[in-house]
């Protein structure tokens, strides 16, 4: 009896969906009211009214600065400022507040169409609507979860993505100097332009590919050698046969502990080709001085060894604290069948470490890919090398661009290089961490 | 039931429309014309009506000067200055992102060199008094602080480098290079050094460099398109570094002559002579070593070295809310009385012609020894163009003293890379 009257109602009022939409695209709520839920639909439209009054003005102001930049430079008579002007980066900044404030705005009026669409629907289907409270009670009940994420999303969107964003902006911009910097000049949008000077410009191409070799070579060597050396302590440390185990460990852990920076400008010295402390014990052993600093391809190795003596220690208390882990039986039972110390490495010990130092990995590569305040204090890209334009025989890829674009104040330029290097090693941090296990799942 | 549900919804607009409208409301402080622009056109300055100001300065006597020219200057015009300290390398970078803020400093001090980016995106004001000051100034300062023909900054300070030497190894100083080097061979034996210095940097080389003809861009350092690092004079004077690597410090490379290790040998008596900024003094002193500063040797062609030099000066943000209090403050603390303190605190060189005369200043030797170096000396160019040029001459130098590379294609190759960049800044 019921269904029959259900049909009934939906083919007498086949067209609610459509009417409640439609009327809901025109303004928000009415397709509400259509669909008899007065409260929603004032509420709806009280929102809108408000959206109209107060966020019309800002909203395109903010966009029309966003798109323009600006149009009025500053003005000055007799060293005082008569116009302040347009301030491009900040109509900028403020015009993506505003753009997202209007994708939020969008998404409710998306969510307001929706919800009439939906509505309409039952309706067509002759289901009861829930009434006001009802809607209120469903969405608590139901988007409890999405109440709760609410204000770590915004912070996320503030704090996270709205710099990313505005970072990569500026790649598409002239921002730099001497001639596009703000307040006195206004900044324009230039498009990929950036990206195509990049790979065009005289100073940027001869110097590329040389730089962007040695630092995949500086970031694959530097992470392998300080986890293989860290993995090489630490078992050797684990084994019955050394002794005082803790203190070797602390010594060794030392490096660690000492703050970076100081410890990189002592071996700066410790280098010297001529009052280094290393040449001096070389010497006096009868051996060769070694141009540390002063060769290419002796810079590079130190540059290394310092790197590796900094960056072992944590990867020994790493494997360490993995090392303890792994079930004592399981040696037992390799001993038990006749396995070597060396097999049972290989086959016990590696790949247990290795499923929780492969991301770790990752990011170790990815941090000394950008490893520049080490490179800096350590060398300064030096040797300068007079084949390169800006760069030395030790500068990577940031450090150069360092010199080159931020020392010089070529802000838009840098940030199209940081996105080019952040797609590099995103690409490869995604990919790698895609085919690790340990980082499938959960648990 | 009903009427509190609605309630609820119209609560929960409200204060999500209020957000919202917070957020708008941020637009219109930019807006804000800034009326009292027009006024200042009258020469009669004085500071607005419930003016303060914030005063940025270096630390240690810097600051203990900076503090005592606040409580002075409240006391004259009773405006409330507040002191912070940012050093004078970091306040140009964060004027930039303070300044439209509202955050950065009324008055702060920078080194000449490096203020010439904000000055080109209009984050200072100018000199409110630049005839004035142009009278009363050594010229280099002048020179040192205008940008584009348009004095910007308030000078307090005028520092070179010259030759330090060691009282206890040296009797006489040195009157020419060749003299120089001749007493400094003889010097070096052991752990001894005759002389050093550091011949990758373009800072310190330019001396010779300009001495015998060399310039970084023509025009007073503002002509860009006018490059004169490779030129004869250039060459000479590169030439000469390969002199005293021969003659004075052979089979070292340039990376082991480092700033640390010059310093740590003469702080040991150890180094006979040295070339460096009045910033070593107080560190030598400490030391012990007893030193005297004169004038860089003359060259060969019979003319003194050109050394670069660098101006301290005080800079008007142009964001601040009181320019005109704030332009007193800067002309407050470069007037006559107050740089004369500031030499006494803090040894800066004051470089107001009226003080360089004075019996204080006149009665140090090696502030005398600094003066009469700064008479030779050249500002070092303060164009956004000249931090491209340091690098590619380092990269010169380097070929030249370790490589014996000719020493005009290297500098041949560092102007090129010089100009190529330079062109491409302008894109």
């Known amino acids: ?443 | 039931m009903f009427k509190k549900s609605t309630f609820l919804a119209f609560v929960l607009l409200l204060t999500l429309s209020m957000v919202l409208a917070a957020c708008g409301a941020e637009e219109e402080v930019p807006e804000e014309a800034e009326s009292d622009g027009e006024e200042a056109v009258d020469f009669e300055v004085v500071p607005e009506e419930g003016a303060e100001l914030m005063l940025w300065s270096d630390g240690d006597e810097q600051l203990e000067w900076a503090e005592l020219m606040a409580e002075k200057f409240e006391g004259e015009y009773g405006v409330p200055v507040q002191v912070e300290e940012v050093t004078q390398e970091d306040a140009p970078e964060r004027l930039a992102t303070d300044g439209p803020s509202g955050q950065a400093a009324d008055v702060f001090a920078s080194t000449h060199d490096r203020i010439g980016r904000a000055i080109s995106a209009g984050l200072v004001l100018e000199n409110f008094w630049p005839e004035e000051y142009e009278e009363e100034f050594m010229e280099a300062a002048i020179t040192a602080t205008s940008f584009e023909d348009e004095l910007f900054g308030y000078p307090s300070g005028i520092e070179t480098y010259a030759l330090f030497y060691n009282t206890d190894l040296v009797e006489e100083a040195p009157e020419t290079m060749d003299e120089l080097l001749e007493v400094a061979s003889e010097l070096t034996e052991g752990d001894r050094y005759g002389f050093m210095m550091e011949p990758q940097n373009l800072y310190f080389v330019y001396a010779f460099l300009g001495g015998y003809g060399g310039y970084v861009f023509g025009d007073e350092g503002t002509d860009i398109n006018d490059l004169g690092l490779n030129n004869e004079g250039a060459v000479q004077g590169t030439e000469l570094l390969l002199r005293i690597r021969d003659e004075v410090v052979p089979g070292m490379a340039n990376e082991d002559i480092t700033y640390d290790v010059r310093t740590a040998l003469f702080e040991e008596g150890n180094l006979a002579f040295d070339i460096n900024g009045p910033w070593a003094v107080r560190g030598y002193e400490e030391a012990g070593v007893d030193f005297n500063v004169v004038p860089l040797p003359e060259l060969e062609n019979g003319e003194s070295p050109t050394s670069f030099s660098g101006t301290r000066g005080f800079y008007v943000n142009a964001y601040t809310d009181y320019p005109d209090a704030a332009s007193l403050l800067a002309q407050f603390i470069t007037n006559e009385e107050n740089l004369l303190e500031a030499y006494e605190i803090t040894g800066a060189l004051p470089p107001r012609l009226e003080l360089v005369e004075h019996d204080d200043i006149q009665s140090n030797p090696i502030s005398v020894g600094f003066l009469e170096q700064a008479s030779h000396a050249v500002p070092m160019p303060n164009v956004p163009e000249m931090p491209l040029v340091w690098d590619p001459m380092e990269a010169a130098f380097t070929e030249v003293w370790n490589q014996d590379v000719d020493p005009q294609e290297a500098l041949d190759r560092a102007v090129d890379t010089i100009e190529t960049a330079i062109e491409e800044q302008q894109n």
């Open chain 1, 1 to 443: 009896m019921s269904n029959n009257l259900e049909l009934q109602v939906s083919h007498k009022d086949k067209s609610h969906r459509k009417i409640a939409t439609l009327l809901s695209v025109l303004f928000m709520g009415l397709g509400q009211l259509y669909n008899k839920q007065y409260s929603k639909g004032i509420s709806w439209a009280l929102f809108e009214i408000i959206a109209l009054i107060f966020f019309i003005k800002p909203i395109s102001q903010g966009l029309y600065g966003l798109i323009t930049l600006g149009e009025t430079p500053q003005v000055r008579e007799r060293g005082r400022v008569v116009d302040p002007g347009d301030h491009s980066i900040l109509l900028m900044a403020e015009g993506l507040l505003m753009l997202m404030a209007l994708v939020a705005v969008l998404a409710i009026y998306f969510f307001s169409i929706r919800d009439a669409y939906l509505v309409g629907k039952l309706r067509e289907q002759g289901k009861r609507v829930m009434n006001f409270k009802e809607t209120v009670r469903n969405v608590w009940e139901n988007g409890y979860a999405y109440i709760l994420i609410t204000p770590t999303a915004i912070c996320m969107i503030l704090l996270t993505v709205f710099p990313l964003i505005f970072t990569a902006l500026i790649a598409f911009t002239n921002y730099s100097s001497p001639n596009y910097l703000p307040p006195r000049a206004l900044v324009d949008w230039v498009g990929i332009d950036q990206f195509i000077r990049l790979f065009t410009m005289e100073s940027w191409r001869g110097t590329f590919l040389g730089v962007f070799s040695w630092t995949i070579i500086w970031a694959v060597l530097s992470t392998l050698l300080v986890v293989f050396a860290g993995l090489f302590v630490a078992v050797v440390l684990s084994q019955k046969i050394v002794k005082y185990r803790k203190f070797w460990r602390n010594i060794y852990i030392i490096p660690w502990a000492v703050p970076g920076f100081v410890s990189i400008l002592i071996f700066r010295n410790l280098y010297n080709g001529e009052f280094g402390v290393f040449n001096d014990m070389l010497r006096s052993v009868g051996l060769n001085a070694i141009p540390w600093l002063s060769d290419p391809m002796w810079a590079k190795v130190s540059v290394l060894l310092t790197n590796l003596w900094l960056g072992f220690p944590f990867w020994m208390a790493l494997f360490t604290a993995v090392l303890t882990t792994i079930s004592k039986e399981l040696y037992e039972a390799a001993e038990v069948d006749g396995a070597t110390i060396v097999q049972q490495f290989r086959t016990i010990t590696f790949p247990i470490v290795m499923v929780a130092a492969i991301p770790l990995m990752v990011f170790t590569f990815a941090f000394n890919f950008n490893q520049l305040t080490f490179i800096y204090l350590m060398t300064e890209g030096g040797p300068s090398n007079a084949n390169y334009t800006y760069a030395g025989h030790t500068d990577i890829l940031l450090s150069w661009i360092f010199k080159m674009t931020l020392d010089n104040g070529q802000y838009a330029i840098a940030s199209a290089v940081a996105l080019v290097v952040f797609l590099i090693i995103a690409g490869f941090a995604y990919f790698n961490l895609r085919n690790t296990k340990s980082m499938k799942g959960d648990v």
